[in-house]
Structures are given as structure tokens and as C-alpha cells.
């Protein structure tokens, strides 16, 4: 079973113009509703490749009730913690002209106490053995400073392979649980180590340092240069073809239900590896917030430049 936890989840409102006119009127040419948050959108995707999985984290008021329906309409199973306050709403603005994308984040709700122990008892009704469990995106306000790393002990003790994708002090206190993969992109690994990372040679270094440090698989996402991935014994570098990109909004979250995917049908890192660069990439074909397609993703895999970086011995 795979599920994913958004802790402060959002209602995206895509819209895109031909060219933005500041202090004038702007004609809308598209817009869209979609359910957001990196935990969503990994369910979104891994639902987009043809598998399942359980979305799980706090839900709220009139937006929150249109996710859910937006949701169920994909085929996505949920299993949110209602509270008390609106689930936010962001906007996600595409200038046509200029070929670029303004996200506005709305600030989200606060958690009451009691809404996040009613998130961690929902929790530990699941069953986590075997299962691999998406953590990823922001905290909302009144959530506990530590509710990474609080997560991701409490799962991975129930047997669970927690996959962490996020950013600051959220991924800083994940990784202090040591999770069983993460995929910071370069500058939150910069973040997270306190180093410039300038070269390959330093990014491996920094991702080398969190095998050691109990991250079984660390993938570095790095825009249209692909991935880099470290684990304790194989290392690959994973190059996507050139592709015209129309929007690169859940790019990461399609990099992360790739892998996922794969690794939870038993294949191989390598595998895993080609699959999360195709997803990823292919997530930036469709426009606004619609993620990867399987048909985009089939055909670009096997284009996917993927080379073995060596193999080091277990310590």
C-alpha cells in the first residue's frame, strides 16, 4: 500500500494569460481547479501511472470539500482529518508571452492540538507494514515544529518505508528520523547541509553523507539535468531528452510517484531511477496542474539517459 500525507494541502486555482498587464485588465485564456499539495499530487500521479494509493492529512471547509470531490473524481482514495478552519487556496498564474509561472501560497489554516492527535491516532489505525508512506510540503501554522520527524519515527517503527520530499526545518527534522529515501532538488540540499554545492562531485558528496546518515536512497532533482541518485551501493546519473515545456508545477511530485511506483512493484533502483526521470519529465508536457501521463511517460522512458556512477562498498 502506498500513501501520502499532506500536512497543509491547497486548492489550486490554474490561470493563464497571454501576456500579464500590470494596473490593466488581463483576459483570461485557461483556468482549472486542482487538488494541490506535494503529498496529493503524488497520489494524483501514481493514480495517472495506474496505481492506487491513500491520501491522508488535514481537510477543511468549502475548499476542502471541493478537493475531496476533485479527488474522487480522479480515482484517488482519501482519508483526511477534518478541522476546524479552510483549507487554503493558491493561485498558479502562466504568462503565455513570456513563458513563465507566478505561484501565490496562500498562508493555510492552524492546527488545534487536538486536531493533530486526531491526525496521529488516524495513523496508527493504518496498517504500515510493508507500506511506503509520501511525506512532503509545508507545515501549517500550530502543527509541532518536529511533525516530520514525529512521522516518520512513528511510521517506519510500524513498518513502513517513508519517502520524504521537503524543504528547511521540515526536512532537516525528517532526516533526523532517517527516513528511508528523500528528494530535496539542489538548493534544498544546499539548505539542508549548509554547503554551496556547486559541482556534481559536491551534490553526490552531500547525498553520500545522508546514506551514512541512515537515508537508504537519496535523489537529487536538478530541473532538465534529471537526477541524481545515491544509496548505500549504487549511484546514477539520469539525463532527460529536450523537451518544450508548458508548465513545471508537479514536476517533483511526478519525479516522487514514479519512483514510488516502481519501487513498490520490486524493481530495481535502476529502474526506478529511468521511471521518476520520465515521470518527472513528462509532467512538464501538460499544462497547469495535471502531472505526468502515462502514454508520456511510456514513450519517454526508454529516451532517458541513465548511467551507473560506480559502486561503493557498504560500510
Not at 511530485?253 to 513528462?282: I, Q, W
Request: with cysteine; proline share 4%; glycine share 10%.
Amino acid at each position: 500500500m502506498i500513501y501520502t500525507i499532506t500536512l497543509n494541502p491547497a486548492l489550486d486555482h490554474y490561470v493563464e494569460v497571454d501576456d500579464l498587464l500590470v494596473e490593466d485588465a488581463n483576459r483570461v485564456r485557461s483556468e482549472g481547479l486542482y487538488a494541490g499539495g506535494k503529498g496529493i499530487d503524488v497520489s494524483r500521479a501514481i493514480r495517472h501511472l495506474g496505481g492506487d494509493s491513500m491520501a491522508l492529512g488535514f481537510i477543511g471547509g468549502h475548499n476542502g470539500r471541493v478537493m475531496v470531490d476533485l479527488l474522487k473524481a480522479e480515482g484517488v482514495t482519501c482519508y483526511f482529518t477534518p478541522i476546524a478552519q479552510e483549507t487554503r487556496r493558491d493561485i498558479i498564474l502562466s504568462n503565455r508571452r513570456r513563458g513563465t509561472q507566478t505561484l501565490l501560497h496562500a498562508r493555510g489554516p492552524s492546527i488545534t492540538a487536538e486536531e493533530w492527535r486526531g491526525f496521529l491516532t488516524h495513523l496508527r489505525l493504518l496498517e504500515l507494514r510493508d507500506a511506503y508512506v509520501v511525506l512532503g510540503g509545508s507545515l501549517p501554522r500550530g502543527v509541532p515544529i518536529d511533525a516530520y520527524r514525529q512521522i516518520v519515527a512513528l511510521v517506519q517503527r510500524r513498518g513502513a518505508k517513508v519517502v520524504l520530499d521537503a524543504d528547511g526545518a521540515c526536512l532537516k527534522a525528517g532526516l533526523k528520523a532517517r527516513p528511508f529515501a528523500a528528494k530535496p532538488n539542489v538548493n534544498e540540499l544546499r539548505r539542508a547541509t549548509g554547503r554551496p554545492l556547486r559541482t556534481e562531485d559536491e551534490i553526490l558528496a552531500a547525498a553520500t553523507a545522508l546514506n551514512r546518515a541512515g537515508v537508504k536512497i537519496v535523489m537529487v532533482s536538478r530541473g532538465r539535468q534529471g537526477l541524481l541518485v545515491a544509496s548505500r551501493t549504487e549511484r546514477y546519473r539520469a539525463v532527460p531528452p529536450p523537451v518544450k515545456v508548458r508548465s513545471t508545477v508537479g514536476a517533483g511530485d511526478s519525479t516522487v510517484a514514479g519512483f514510488v511506483f516502481r519501487h513498490a512493484g520490486g524493481k530495481t533502483l535502476e529502474d526506478c531511477v529511468r521511471f521518476a526521470t520520465a515521470a518527472g519529465t513528462a509532467a512538464t508536457l501538460a499544462p497547469g496542474n495535471q502531472l505526468c501521463r502515462l502514454r508520456d511517460v511510456q514513450r519517454l522512458a526508454p529516451r532517458i539517459t541513465i548511467e551507473a556512477l560506480g559502486v561503493r562498498r557498504k560500510a
